[in-house]
């Protein structure tokens, strides 16, 4: 078999059969690029990988995506001499199209950059704000109770202003090399020319079709002639490609300020049922923020991410520190999973009482990360049973202020993307609608976010003020965690995943894999998940992560199995070249070269 120094590895469609279809549908400047036949081949013979649980190896560049379509868009890029900030884009832009239920432009995004030639490590904050007439009240009934959840997803209540577009084009005009507008062109051949629905797609639109029934253009298009949309049907998506003409054309003031913002508002404000706030005055002030990536140190590496208004950064780092000072043996030992999950959950109650947008409310972040608290911290740990009481601690602040715990509710539906490029800069972005579908809006061809849900629905708790409440331009909490390991101040890993506040465990869990346990890329995104945020430990169904289930009881948690679905995407980097891998769990894929 020929692969001509092309690997691709990661397809998880549901049948051999649709992945070959798709690989016979990529674009034709993809085919040209990559070269059909050899794609077909490898594509074949990935699937034989991921049975084996087998890493993609490779020298030059390296991405890890959710979407065929997606990684063949990005590998042109790079193919051609693009950063990973231009494939970033072309990435993007496609996955917005083939898989909307996760991110696109209608949502919000995290970015960390490391930068080969500077050596120096950024972050960028693309997340959405919640718009100037949004009131600590958005979300509470008449009697001031908490809406449910749904109630506040579904119209244009929950949509804040969006993010991906803006932080697209300033990563672009920071770090890329290729023509913007060169960029947009694998997306918009797709939205023009059709692309084949994946399973993942199909199963989540029959699960949702009564929500997206609420708006006509989003009925319309998912459920055509009333019926969901099926696997391997082709879908064309010409309003999609007509925004994107728009983006590539006249850059992003064409999506704050132009036409595009004038439907948006009117969309969200004009929702019979549940209207929105989001103004024109909202898009037209939108800014990406650049912040101090949050590092904490763990068995010799720095592992970074994004401060806040993330909490994953800080979260991720809050649980590694505190199991500096523990073994962690296996991931066949009891013990092991004791200490992570206890861990985690003192780490989620430090987030739920100190982690919000740091423009709005001090974030002791200095504090929750500095090795004197996590030593301390990590005392805590170590029983024979787990712990029976778990309350934030009390970091170092800059200065005082009274806090009460949150309680917004985060419900999984994201994307991560992982690149590095042969320039040797790295990137990882998580990005997001929030919920499947969004707010269920549709304009211009991609979906509202309702990321306003973030936020907690209550403003106070028993008088005291909630730091992740609702207020005007704030920017809601969130679990996202693009990660970048440095070792010596260089990059050695790079990942992320979806998955509501879930991401914060499946991205700790799966750098103690390789870090501690020396799994590969592959092997440690499929390994099967064990999660403890709040006390109760969630174990993956049908895997071999059930063996744990009557060990954790004994050792006193409340364990459920469940479905766990993840979306990892992994990268490593090494003298011996780069080394990925793709969550089984989706459809993801990685490609190298």
């Known amino acids: 078999m020929r692969l001509i120094n092309w690997i691709v590895a990661g397809l998880c469609f549901a049948s051999p059969v649709f992945a070959q279809e798709t690989a016979d549908a990529v674009a034709p400047e993809t085919a040209t690029a990559l070269g059909a036949e050899t794609l077909n081949e490898a594509i074949a013979q990935s699937q034989a990988a991921k049975a084996a649980g087998k890493p993609v190896v490779a020298q030059n560049w390296m991405l890890s995506v959710a979407n065929p379509y997606a990684a063949q868009a990005g590998a042109k890029v790079l193919v051609e001499g693009g950063t990973a900030a231009d494939a970033m884009v072309a990435v993007q832009t496609v996955l917005g199209l083939v898989e909307p239920q996760s991110s696109g432009l209608g949502g919000g995004a995290f970015l960390v950059w490391y930068d080969a030639e500077t050596g120096k490590l ?48 300033e990563a672009h005009r920071r770090w890329g090399k290729s023509k913007w507008a060169s960029l947009f062109s694998p997306a918009i051949g797709l939205a023009e020319n059709g692309f084949r629905v994946s399973p993942r797609l199909a199963e989540m639109v029959a699960n949702d079709a009564a929500r997206l029934r609420h708006d006509t253009a989003t009925r319309d298009y998912f459920l055509p ?93 809050m649980i590694l520190g505190m199991l500096e000072q523990h073994d962690l043996t296996s991931a066949q030992d009891a013990q092991a999973w004791l200490l992570l999950g206890d861990a985690s959950r003192l780490g989620f109650a430090d987030r739920g009482r100190y982690i919000a947008d740091s423009d709005f409310v001090p974030v002791p972040s200095k504090g929750l990360l500095a090795p004197d608290y996590l030593s301390k911290r990590g005392a805590l740990l170590g029983g024979p049973e787990a712990l029976t009481e778990v309350a934030p601690g009390q970091p170092e602040f800059d200065h005082s202020y009274n806090l009460a715990d949150d309680e917004a509710i985060e419900l999984p539906s994201t994307s991560h993307i992982s690149i590095v490029d042969s320039y040797g800069n790295a990137l990882s972005m998580t990005t997001t609608v929030e919920n499947a579908f969004g707010s269920r809006l549709m304009v211009g061809g991609f979906l509202l976010n309702n990321e306003l849900t973030d936020f907690s629905f209550r403003s106070h708790r028993d008088g005291v003020p909630i730091a992740n409440r609702v207020e005007p331009g704030k920017r809601p909490r969130s679990s996202m965690a693009p990660t970048i390991v440095l070792k010596d101040g260089k990059p050695v890993v790079v990942l992320g995943s979806p998955g509501g506040s879930r991401i914060i465990p499946y991205v700790a869990k799966t750098l103690v894999a390789h870090l501690d346990w ?52 992994m990268i490593v980097l090494s003298e011996e070249g780069l080394s990925g891998g793709a969550d089984p769990r989706r459809e993801g894929i990685v490609l190298g070269k």
């Open 518 to 569: 020396g799994l590969d890329a592959q092997q440690a995104v499929a390994l099967p998940h064990l999660v403890n945020r709040f006390g109760g430990y969630d174990v993956e169904e049908g895997t071999d992560a059930e063996g744990m289930v009557a060990p954790l009881r004994e050792m006193g948690f409340e364990v459920n199995t469940r479905a766990l679905n993840s979306g990892l995407h």
């Open 122 to 169: 950024s972050s960028l904050d693309g997340r959405e704000t919640a718009p100037l007439a949004a009131r600590p009240t958005l979300f509470l009934d008449a009697q001031g109770e908490p809406l449910k959840f749904y109630d506040a997803v579904v119209g244009g209540r929950s949509v804040g202003t969006p993010g991906t577009p803006a932080l697209m084009q």
């Open 225 to 317: 002639d009333g019926h969901p949309i099926l696997a391997g049907q082709t879908l064309v998506n010409a309003a999609y490609a007509k925004s994107l003409r728009e983006l590539a054309g006249r850059g992003v003031g064409a999506f704050y300020s132009g036409g595009l913002a004038k439907d948006i508002v009117a969309k969200v404000q004009g929702d019979e049922d549940n209207p929105g706030t989001l103004a024109a005055i909202d898009l037209a002030l939108y800014k990406v923020i650049e912040r101090d990536p949050v590092c904490a140190a763990y068995r010799g590496y720095e592992v970074c991410g994004m401060g806040a208004p993330s909490s994953g950064g800080l979260t991720v780092g």
